[in-house]
């Protein structure tokens, strides 16, 4: 089992820059493909960037690729997301959750575990 604290959420000017980090428990991070999901009010939860065990690939969504890089630590148990040139239409909350598949998946109710989110919020 694993459990998933995300951190660095928080209020910034449309084209700013923040990074969320994603702490996980448990000594198996390596073995989860981990993906960042985000869910706005009123709005379905969508999926964001995906990234495998070893962190050789990576998946975005066609609404964040070139502003959005996901990474991982395999040593230190966490995965990121850098955010840049932020948008309003980015403003959610974002999650980080994990999956035992063994390929990188967009759907969010095929991952096993997920953190409790934290808020992003962009102002024009």
């Known amino acids: 089992q694993v459990q998933l604290v995300e951190s660095g959420g928080g209020l910034v000017q449309a084209g700013g820059s923040l990074r969320l980090s994603c702490a996980a428990s448990?000594?198996?991070?390596?073995?989860?493909?981990m993906g960042w999901f985000r869910q706005a009010p009123g709005k379905e939860r969508e999926f964001v960037a995906a990234i495998s065990r070893s962190g050789s690939s990576t998946y975005y969504a066609d609404s964040v690729k070139g502003r959005f890089t996901i990474s991982r630590d395999n040593a230190k148990n966490t995965v990121s997301l850098q955010m840049n040139s932020l948008k309003p239409e980015d403003t959610a909350v974002y999650y980080c959750a994990a999956d035992r598949s063994f390929v990188l998946i967009m759907t969010p109710n095929r991952y096993d575990y997920w953190g409790q989110g934290t808020q992003v919020t962009v102002s024009s």
């Open positions: 448990g000594r198996s991070f390596g073995s989860y493909n």
